[in-house]
């Protein structure tokens, strides 16, 4: 069992900046994709950046140029450094983690998501 909590969430005015952090805890093995995903309400839960054990990242559209994930030195701890956050960016963002282990069975983990709410 792999633990994520988040943090970082709040509210920021137009232009702003909010840096989300996750940390995991439990059984974490080294092959993993650490992501973070958003809902925004009456919408469903999409995906917005991704960064493999590798090191390797990827940006939903609508996010790059803005947003960046980065890990921990630590690999359990992922950041999510969001700049020219506009309102439309306004969602619960959640913390995931696909996770594989020594035997290749997979895994796929959720937080319990923290409050981004872009509003002047």
């Known amino acids: 069992q792999v633990q994520l909590v988040e943090s970082g969430g709040g509210l920021v005015q137009p232009g702003g900046s909010l840096r989300l952090s996750c940390a995991a805890s439990?059984?974490?093995?080294?092959?993993?994709?650490m992501a973070w995903y958003r809902q925004a309400p009456g919408k469903e839960r999409e995906f917005v950046a991704v960064i493999t054990s590798s090191g390797n990242t990827n940006y939903a559209d609508d996010v790059k140029g803005r947003f960046t994930i980065s890990r921990g030195n630590a690999k359990n701890t992922v950041y999510l450094q969001m700049n020219s956050l506009k309102p439309e960016d306004t969602a619960i963002y959640y913390c995931?983690?696909?996770?594989?282990?020594?035997?290749?069975?997979?895994?796929?983990?959720w937080g319990q998501g923290t409050q981004v709410t872009v509003s002047s």
């Open positions: 995931n983690d696909k996770t594989w282990s020594p035997g290749n069975v997979f895994y796929n983990y």
């Open positions: 439990g059984s974490i093995f080294s092959r993993n994709e």
